[in-house]
């Protein structure tokens, strides 16, 4: 019995030793096919065109938990707008920039910086107890 589990073994190594890749046939040319002929589309036409736009709006932000103070306003009359925005830099200045922009000139700017504004001190936070 020993003699047929050792050949049986033998006869499966040498089976594993001597095999190779399976043949596999020429895979051929791929069919190529002519690509429909696309048919155009047409073009919408946006109708609600206004040849003069106009616009206006402002927005000023102070929070006082964060320190972000900031604001700015913009009007367009047609090709020509003009606004202002400013903020509170780091440093504590306010840095406010006038804007005027027309298809003559293009865009111009002025910036100003006005006054310090006292910046608030940081209030420390009370420790954890213990994270885990």
Known sequence: ??????????IGVVAVA?????PAPFPGV?????APVAAQVPVAVNTNYDPHPQYTFA????????GDSKSQQESRDG??????????EPDGNIRTVLYY????????????????????GVVPVAPALRAF
């Open 30 to 34: 791929a069919r190529v096919f002519p």
């Open 59 to 66: 927005y000023n932000v102070n929070d006082a938990l964060t």
């Open 1 to 10: 019995m020993a003699f047929k589990c050792i050949a049986a073994v033998l």
């Open 79 to 88: 090709d020509v707008v003009q606004g202002s925005y400013s903020l509170v």
């Open 101 to 120: 922009a027309d298809p003559i000139n293009g865009f111009n700017a002025v910036v100003q910086r006005g006054p310090l504004v006292h910046a608030k």
């Open 18 to 22: 001597f095999a190779g890749l399976v």
